[in-house]
Nanobody
Framework: QVQLVESGGGLVQAGGSLTLTCAAS????????MAWFRQAPGKEREFVAM???????YYSDSVKGRFTISRDNDKNTVFLQMNSLNPEDTAVYYC?????????????????WGQGTQVTVSS
């Protein structure tokens, strides 16, 4: 069975950095576009970043220049390096997988979700 397990969330001060990790199992990882979404309280889940199966990269405008997504196909892992964090980045961050995902995706296009990891940025 497919599992996506996020880690690395926590509490950080504004201006700080965190790196999220998503470990995938039960799927042919190289065939999947891997994405990060986030959901703040009272808001819809939103796209953050994606690295496609061809290793093209997409970011939302709100994180471009501050966040970096990457993948390690040998370790079935995707990362999200988050710098210059601000309180508006506070949310639960979800790892997502899309078979043959080759462009930025919407939440209703995701094949598999992780359980999420909380990121809280204090001002």
């Amino acid at each position: 069975q497919v599992q996506l397990v996020e880690s690395g969330g926590g509490l950080v001060q504004a201006g700080g950095s965190l790196t999220l990790t998503c470990a995938a199992s039960g799927l042919r990882f190289r065939r999947y576009g891997m994405a990060w979404f986030r959901q703040a309280p009272g808001k819809e889940r939103e796209f953050v970043a994606m690295v496609t199966w061809t290793v093209s990269i997409y970011y939302s405008d709100s994180v471009k220049g501050r966040f970096t997504i990457s993948r390690d196909n040998d370790k079935n892992t995707v990362f999200l390096q988050m710098n210059s964090l601000n309180p508006e980045d506070t949310a639960v961050y979800y790892c997502a997988a899309k078979l043959w995902g080759d462009r930025a995706i919407r939440s209703n296009q995701v094949d598999y979700w992780g359980q999420g990891t909380q990121v809280t940025v204090s001002s």
